[in-house]
């Protein structure tokens, strides 16, 4: 594999460190290059991300990054010129993130294990609002006026519904649940739900369902076994999945793969935590999540041996040791265990 590493900013770094060193220890034929993309660089230079390295990405099978933002820089910067550009420019098309109650780990639920709470949001990843659509009119007057407009369309709501399917489909329910805001978001919401009426038909042995976001954030909290997959257009995807990642342990377990489909890019593999100012460099994040987005990046590159070893040694160490990790165990130490264990 051909990865660049884009440690990043903050916990980023600490947290990437033992991602690689569980990769070593997969023994996967690996070539790695870090870009120091970040806080620092823009800092110092003003660059962001510099075309001449967003070309020079491209030619890589999988990017790991740590997190983008930075105390000294204004909030939106970082993330907009690193991830969200990587997203958009290598048409990163899927946000694949899984909700997954790990054995040993407390969910913010009470009384909920891991038997209730493992399922996979597939957030699109390319627009919505996330395009940037709208403006701004007579800023700071009384009279200001402000537009943002969400972009849908059939090819990327289509792309990410038959991914769900075809993920449904290796999960012993196969199930499909739909995600929107159909009852007001009539234009967008009626595009996502004809495509997925449309697409389900092509895959008879799935069960399908529909909620609407809100209810899907109720039924998070009160019955986190309905789900097995759930579709659904970028913010609602962000938003749900920060819920997810409170159900099964928080932040530092939730990873994420941002899937190009195509094969004319690299794939882009993060932790869907921040960088974590208030505690970087003191050796207290918790890497787990980084290691499972390494788990991910393993399995969809097809190193599906390398990523079982990944996933049962990230199993075997948080079970035993999860009440401990930000406590009484480094980030270095489980990042340690992981790579013995695999
Ligand atoms: C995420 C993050 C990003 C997003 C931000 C940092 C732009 O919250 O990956 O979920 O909104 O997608
Ligand atoms: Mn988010």
Redesign the pocket.
């Known amino acids: 594999m051909k990865i660049a590493l884009i440690p990043g900013d903050g916990v980023g770094t600490e947290v990437l460190a033992e991602s690689v060193k569980v990769l070593d220890a997969t023994g996967v034929a690996a070539e790695t290059h870090t870009y120091d993309l970040g806080g620092e660089l823009y800092l110092r230079t003003g660059e962001v991300l510099p075309d001449s390295v967003l070309a020079e990405l491209r030619d890589f099978d999988t990017i790991l990054l740590g997190a983008v933002?930075h105390p000294d820089v204004k909030p939106g910067i970082l993330?907009?010129g690193i991830?969200?550009r990587l997203r958009f420019a290598f048409d990163l098309a899927v946000?694949l993130r899984p909700v997954k109650l790990l054995p040993g780990v407390d969910s913010a639920l009470a009384a909920r294990g891991p038997a209730d709470i493992d399922f996979v949001v597939v957030r699109e990843n390319t627009e919505g609002l996330?395009a940037g659509a709208g403006g701004t009119l007579r800023e700071g007057s009384a009279h200001e006026i402000a537009t943002q407009e969400s972009v849908n369309t059939r090819l990327a709501a289509e792309r990410c519904i038959r991914f769900a399917f075809d993920l449904a489909a290796d999960r012993p329910r196969n199930e499909v649940m739909l995600c929107h805001k159909t009852n007001v978001l009539t234009h967008a919401g009626g595009l996502w739900q004809r495509t997925f009426d449309d697409v389900s038909a092509e895959y008879p042995d799935a069960a399908t369902s529909y909620g609407h976001v809100d209810a899907v954030c109720l039924w998070m909290v009160l019955d986190p076994g309905r789900f097995d997959v759930v579709v659904t257009e970028?913010l609602f995807g962000?938003i749900v999945?920060?819920l997810g990642a409170a159900i099964s342990g928080g932040l530092g377990y939730a990873a994420?793969g941002n899937l190009n489909l195509d094969g004319t890019a690299p794939s882009m593999f993060?932790p869907?935590h921040?960088s974590a100012p208030d505690i970087a460099g003191q050796g207290k994040a918790n890497p787990v999540a980084a290691i499972m987005s390494l788990w991910m990046a393993l399995h969809r590159a097809g190193e599906r041996d390398a990523a079982d070893r990944v996933l049962a040694a990230i199993e075997k160490v948080v079970a035993d040791v999860a009440p401990r990790i930000g406590t009484g165990l480094s980030t270095a130490q489980v990042g340690d265990d992981v790579a013995e264990a695999v």
């Open positions: 933002g993330e907009r991830l969200l946000n996330y970028n962000d999945t920060d994420s993060e869907v921040g």
